[in-house]
């Protein structure tokens, strides 16, 4: 997607990625337990030239908007939003995140990007409804969901193997409100 976008909280600002991202700080949160744990893809083995190739890979894209977090007042870069993939027929967009740098955990930044991006998805690129799965285990990321006001579409029961263990899939979706 071509339009540069941005969108502020007190805290943090949300901007369309660039590359110079990538690098090894980067990397390192995907080799960092607190933050792989529930992530759906292998990351353990993960390399720079490995994430370059998926950054690219959503930049490029017409059907993804890939978001950096940053912190306001440092512009030190702490996660990441997928906007993506995206139905533009049915105007529907999935949802994924990271707080890569887990010093930022349990701050509550986890829950103003959410509200961020949404915002983002609803009020910029005037999609209709948002829906993600996540991992049921991992109760904070439900829980930042649901403060946002998403509500549970389904669990798909022992859907995905992760560290050795089947998992539940939790599907959570949220509707934009100005179309209810
Ligand atoms: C999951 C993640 C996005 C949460 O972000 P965060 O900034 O740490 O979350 P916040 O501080 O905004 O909020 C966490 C909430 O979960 C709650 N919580 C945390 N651990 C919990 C647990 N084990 N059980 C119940 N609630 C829990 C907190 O109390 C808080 O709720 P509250 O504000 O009502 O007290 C972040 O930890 C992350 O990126 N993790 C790694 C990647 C990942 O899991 N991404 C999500 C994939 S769907």
Known sequence: MDTPLEACSERLTLRSFDYALVNEQYLSWL???RVNRYLLKPNKDTTLDDVLAYVRGLVESPDNVFLAILDRATDEHIGNVR?????HESRVCQYSMMIGNADYHGRGVGTETVA???DICFRTLGFRKL???VVEENKAAVRIYEKNGFQTEGVLRAHKLLNGRLHDLRIMSLFNPAER
Request: hydrophobic residues 50%; aromatic residues 8%; glycine residues 8%.
């Open 131 to 133: 829906f993600l799965d």
């Open 83 to 87: 906007l993506g993939p995206m139905d």
């Open 31 to 33: 080799h960092d337990e």
């Open 116 to 118: 961020l991006a949404a």
